[in-house]
């Protein structure tokens, strides 16, 4: 219980705080934010959190603010409009800045002209995955074997994904065009039903996030056939590649730091030289690992490259898989 010499304090100091009008956006402004478009708990929530708690050394008090919705639309949207002043960043992803320019009409921002790029944060391998006794039963080792199955018995194989337009869906569009074979897409509503319409069997097989995936390739449950990046893993080395058969094929999931547009130039290597000091600190790998991803710290410049690559690559994708959103 508060006595009375501390609570006449508490009441002098709330009384000073409201005759001084700066008083409260002096202590917001020293007080950074990362706009996560999407649900508090997934990774890229977890990751940006994680990140917050790194860089308060270098850039005081970090907080993490969930804007979830539209596919990432509205939190990206968001940082867009905000003040340019390093004090609100958002975080791109696959999503946001790769695929959804390409399958919405419209979109509440410009993923070219309306964000600096911070730093890439990292990049966690997809999978291609079957149903290990759907594999079994088919004698499908590898992803010779399912290519070979599928144009030997066209529409019989079918995959599943978390939707119409999702990364999956455009990734498993993508190994039908490059192998040529024929699977029906069974669309879910998000990413945990794609999962277990797979663990069940309504599905033969998936393109889904090693992170995700994991625990039911180690428990025997799925067949990892191959990852999706150009190289392999390290948290699963004895997994090969898609591109050792379809050279080529490269697909991960990503994402990173944005500030908005015209945010100073000194400011933003403020920001990139304190995250990318976080991205490579002993703890924030050991903390990511444990997430399968890997950090990919980088310049300004060499994410901002990176995403328009994104954007040209998934532009085919999109076309491809004939999904859009209104």
Do not use: C
Request: charged share 15%; glycine share 10%; net charge positive.
């Amino acid at each position: 219980m508060l006595n009375r010499r501390q609570l006449i304090t508490r009441s002098a100091l709330a009384s000073a705080s409201l005759a001084l009008p700066g008083f409260a956006s002096a202590q917001a402004a020293n007080t950074t934010r990362i706009v996560v478009p999407f649900a508090a708990g997934g990774p890229i929530d977890v990751t940006a959190r994680i990140l917050a708690e790194a860089v308060k050394g270098s850039l005081g008090t970090v907080i993490v603010e969930n804007r979830p919705g539209a596919g990432g639309n509205i939190g990206v949207s968001a940082v867009a409009k905000a003040p340019a002043d390093g004090l609100t960043l958002g975080i791109a992803t696959t999503a946001s800045h790769g695929i959804n320019p390409w399958l919405f009409k419209q979109l509440p921002y410009d993923p070219a002209k309306d964000f600096a790029a911070i730093t890439q944060m990292l990049r966690v391998p997809n999978v291609l995955v079957m149903n290990a006794e759907t594999a079994t039963r088919l004698n499908i080792r590898t992803v010779a074997d399912l290519i070979a199955y599928g144009k030997a018995n066209p529409g019989k194989l079918n995959y599943g994904s978390g939707g119409n337009g999702s990364a999956g869906h455009l990734a498993g569009e993508l190994l039908k065009n490059q192998a040529g074979f024929f699977a029906v897409h069974i669309p879910y509503n998000g990413g945990n039903p794609a999962q277990l319409g797979l663990l069940s069997g309504q599905v033969d097989f998936n393109i889904d996030n090693l992170a995700t995936a994991a625990a039911n390739i180690r428990s025997g449950k799925l067949k990892a056939l191959a990852v999706t990046t150009a190289q392999r893993s390290s948290v699963m080395p004895d997994v090969p590649t898609v591109a050792a058969t379809l050279p080529g094929f490269e697909i991960d999931t990503w994402w990173g730091l944005i500030a908005p547009a015209g945010t100073p130039a000194d400011t933003v290597r403020k920001l990139n030289t304190a995250f990318n000091a976080a991205l490579n600190s002993a703890e924030v790998k050991t903390r990511f690992a444990q997430l399968l991803a890997e950090p990919a710290p980088s310049t300004p410049e060499q994410f901002d490259d990176f995403m328009k690559r994104e954007r040209t690559k998934y532009e085919r994708m999109v076309k491809l898989s004939g999904a859009q959103v209104d």
